[in-house]
């Protein structure tokens, strides 16, 4: 559990020091895929870029908090996780909100819910309030984006999602041309069209992309895409947690067959939280 906290720590640290070159004017430290020239910067901290920074904070911080609670023996509030963390959340918050990801602000989002309840919707609108403040005093545009982007998400319309975020809708146009070429009354969708078939499905302006949650099911046939869904579900569900089938949908459509440092990453986390609650299963 400590090295968790360690890590979200460092992601925090070498942001701030990103942070600190970029209005100081000197070199960034540890630049990878950032962005400084659309109002304020987009940097990747201690990832490959930073939708993937924010992503891994936000699965490290929810096994940190499973493992707390199986050590404690009961799911914490909101409260009680901010006042033993305060340093740690704020880590997290800082890192999620100031990296400039609107994948992360979503993946956040959506980490939110777990904690909602009649105790914790104060706290959690105080929150947003507060967050909602640092935004417009920095300007940061993954707020922006967000607003115009999930709206467009709700209509499913491919081109009204890209000309609200280019970034966040080349992780989720993929899934939804896929969805809109598979089928069941197909040879090809028992046995598969062929390695990276799906690439020539897949459209999307000025990259390769493969068929995100579906990519498996295109190349290789239902049968392997459902073996394959099995697998990662069977190591990344807890039980009595949503959030953990949530956060394992989100990875595989974000495309982890392209990344799959990050798909490794998330079956080691809950692989870990297995292994230590063992006794459990």
């Not at 939804?176 to 799906?198: M, R």
Request: neutral net charge; glycine residues 6%; hydrophobic residues 55%.
């Amino acid at each position: 559990m400590k090295l968790i906290l360690w890590i979200i720590y460092a992601y925090a640290i070498v942001l701030i020091i990103q942070l600190g070159c970029f209005f100081t004017g000197l070199p960034i430290f540890n630049k990878i895929n950032i962005d400084i020239n659309h109002g304020f910067p987009r940097l990747n901290t201690l990832g490959a870029e930073p939708s993937w920074s924010a992503r891994m904070i936000v699965l490290m911080l929810y096994v940190h908090i499973c493992l707390s609670d199986y050590a404690k023996g009961y799911k914490q509030s909101l409260n009680e996780l901010y006042h033993e963390n305060k340093l740690l959340i704020f880590a997290f918050l800082f890192t999620l909100i100031m990296c400039g990801s609107t994948t992360g602000l979503f993946f956040g989002a959506i980490f939110l819910l777990r904690f909602i309840d009649l105790k914790s919707i104060f706290y959690i609108v105080v929150g947003l309030i507060l967050i909602t403040i640092v935004a417009e005093h920095f300007e940061l545009s993954s707020f922006t984006r967000i607003e115009k982007f999930v709206p467009a998400l709700l209509t499913l319309d491919e081109q009204a999602i890209i000309r609200t975020d280019g970034s966040g809708a080349s992780r989720i146009i993929p899934t939804i041309q896929a969805f809109k070429f598979i089928t069941l009354n197909q040879f090809e969708s028992w046995v598969g069209y062929g390695v990276d078939y799906d690439q020539s499905v897949v459209h999307f302006p000025g990259i390769k992309a493969n068929g995100g949650l579906f990519s498996l099911w295109i190349n290789h046939g239902v049968i392997v895409q459902l073996l394959y869904w099995y697998i990662i579900f069977s190591i990344c569900t807890i039980k009595k947690e949503w959030m953990s089938i949530a956060l394992a949908i989100m990875f595989i459509a974000g495309g982890v067959l392209i990344n799959v440092q990050m798909l490794w990453f998330l079956l080691m986390m809950f692989a870990t939280y297995k292994y230590i609650t063992s006794k459990e299963y």
